[in-house]
Nanobody, 121 residues
Framework: QVQLVESGGGLVQAGGSLRLSCAASGRIFSIDAMGWYRQAPGKQRELVASITNGGSTNYVDAVKGRFTISRDNAKNTVYLQMNSLKIEDISVYYC???????????????WGQGTQVTVSS
């Protein structure tokens, strides 16, 4: 069984910073892409940033230059450093990982439980 556990959300003033972490644990054979999504009230879930096993990154335009995604493969952990936070960044942030639990398994998407990020003016 695979679990993704997020941490690091909270309340911050506009212009401040937060760092989200997401650790994958359990029966893991290999991890491919990892990423962060967010969902604000009344809106669809959107991809914020992703990172491949080789370290290639992708960002939604709204966070380019402010957010940085990184990963520690030895720890099965993905991070999201969020700087210059804005009111419009308020959302529940979810991490996701493509994981195989054995060499014979197919790649499956696993999700964390979500962590709230709130930005005050």
């Amino acid at each position: 069984q695979v679990q993704l556990v997020e941490s690091g959300g909270g309340l911050v003033q506009a212009g401040g910073s937060l760092r989200l972490s997401c650790a994958a644990s359990g029966r893991i054979f290999s991890i491919d892409a990892m990423g962060w999504y967010r969902q604000a009230p009344g809106k669809q879930r959107e991809l914020v940033a992703s990172i491949t096993n080789g370290g290639s990154t992708n960002y939604v335009d709204a966070v380019k230059g402010r957010f940085t995604i990184s990963r520690d493969n030895a720890k099965n952990t993905v991070y999201l450093q969020m700087n210059s936070l804005k009111i419009e960044d308020i959302s529940v942030y979810y991490c996701t990982s493509e994981i195989r639990v054995s060499r014979w398994d197919v790649w499956r998407d696993y999700w964390g439980q979500g962590t709230q990020v709130t930005v005050s003016s």
